[in-house]
């Protein structure tokens, strides 16, 4: 860096011209983190508009969060014990959570965010606990890969784990 103000006449021996330096330096540089920052809240409101429809079950609010080739997949065990994926169809999805009875109290409660982004891509790791009429029914983390398309972020893959055990 210092041979480029070299090339371009800049007296990087002169003290005032360092402190200036140093100062759009910083500056530049919490903008770059400011963006950066900005660009997380998006992507958790965007996690945060799914699980508001979750919640509500409000199917078009889901939507709003999700492309429309959005894949959701889970990872658990089967009968004999054995790690398994399994893939499940988003339509059958929807029908399942504006189904549930209003008797059933249900909320998924995220732990906590790690967000990851590259460019118009981005990964949010959140590990949960999912609650049924107040009783936790089991634990993991869901892993939200996004993908920002005219400006707004969309849900295109859900992968989460399930486990009944080691839920503290």
């Known amino acids: 860096m210092f041979k480029l103000f070299l090339i371009l006449g800049i007296d990087v021996q002169n003290p005032k011209t360092m402190k200036v330096i140093i100062y759009l330096l910083l500056i530049f540089s919490t903008g770059i983190l400011g963006a950066q920052n ?54 059958n999805f929807l029908k399942s959570i504006v189904s549930i009875p209003d008797t059933t109290k249900f909320r998924e409660k995220l732990l906590s965010y790690q967000i990851q982004i590259d460019g118009s891509m981005a990964n949010a790791w959140t590990p949960y606990e999912f609650w049924v009429n107040d009783t936790l029914s089991h634990c993991g983390v869901n892993s939200f890969q996004l993908h920002k398309q005219d400006g707004i972020w969309k849900i295109i893959y859900i992968i989460d784990t399930r486990r009944r055990e080691h839920c503290n």
């Open 38 to 91: 900005d660009e997380k809240e998006e992507v958790k409101k965007t996690v945060e508009i799914f699980f508001d429809g979750f919640h509500n079950q409000d199917s078009t609010l889901i939507k709003s969060a999700t492309s429309s080739a959005i894949i959701m997949q889970t990872i658990g065990r089967d009968k004999e014990g054995t790690s398994v994926v399994k893939t499940s169809d988003f339509n």
